[in-house]
């Protein structure tokens, strides 16, 4: 268990709905972080939440959004969805070098999207 | 932005033999250099990460090197096994300022034949 949460783990949904990723991250770390791996592919940044505040973005669709709420956790919201949406999502959390934590990510174990 | 490069794609080496795998950045302010390991269908995992005022670290049997006059750096494996078969993910990132997010290589897979 790496400490940062992503329910739900799998989703099948169809196209043009709408879904909703979740994260919690690892106690203590305000960053979250947001990156879609397509099969086979790479980790692409999407969208940086610190301490409630968005911080910086990628590549991120307008059909996407995200929010960090008071308690830290993230919520990646997912609409119109199209088949090339169907993806790995990974939530991740950093300490942003405070204290002992560094600035490595911890990774969730991801959502696996599948859009039919 | 930060630009990664990263190469090979893939490689396949005898158990017991050394890997390397090579990493190119752009961005010459970048000062945090993280690699990370990823099997099938699980997430990435933080190997281990070098910073810009080191030039070398090593973990075992893994070793990370960094030029920063050359914008390169590599992660070394010696004496691989088997278990080390999977995707390896170099990064770059301008820490401290608190608005980037890492920047990720396209990932090497590693295939190491018993």
């Known amino acids: 268990d790496s400490g940062v949460t992503q329910t739900p783990k799998h989703l099948i949904t169809a196209t043009g709905q709408r879904v909703t990723l979740r994260c919690s991250p690892r106690?203590?770390?305000?960053?979250v972080y947001w990156y879609q791996q397509s099969l086979d592919q790479g980790l692409q940044f999407l969208i940086q939440?610190?301490?409630?505040?968005?911080?910086a973005k990628g590549n991120i669709l307008e059909r996407f959004s995200a929010q960090q709420f008071p308690d830290l956790h993230s919520e990646l919201n997912l609409s119109s969805l199209e088949l090339g949406d169907s993806a790995l999502y990974f939530c991740?959390?950093?300490?942003?070098?405070?204290?002992?934590?560094?600035?490595?990510?911890?990774f969730g174990s991801g959502t696996r999207l599948t859009v039919v | 932005g930060e630009n990664v490069e990263q190469h090979p794609s893939t490689l396949s080496v005898q158990e017991g033999d050394s890997a390397v795998i090579k990493c190119t950045y752009s961005?010459?302010?970048?000062?945090?250099f993280p690699w990370y390991k990823q099997e099938l269908g699980k997430r990435p995992q933080l190997i281990i990460d070098?910073?810009?005022?080191?030039g070398e670290k090593k973990d075992q049997r893994i070793a990370v090197t960094l030029n920063k006059t050359a914008k390169h750096f590599s992660l070394h494996i010696t004496e691989t096994q088997p278990e080390d078969s999977a995707v390896y993910f170099c990064a770059a990132l301008r820490a401290n300022t608190g608005r980037r997010a890492l920047t990720f290589g396209s990932g090497t897979r590693l295939q190491v034949q018993p």
């Open positions: 961005d010459s302010a970048s000062n945090y």
């Open positions: 939440y610190y301490n409630g505040e968005e911080r």
């Open positions: 991740a959390s950093s300490g942003e070098g405070q204290g002992k934590r560094g600035y490595g990510y911890t």
């Open positions: 070098i910073r810009s005022n080191v």
């Open positions: 106690s203590g770390d305000l960053s």
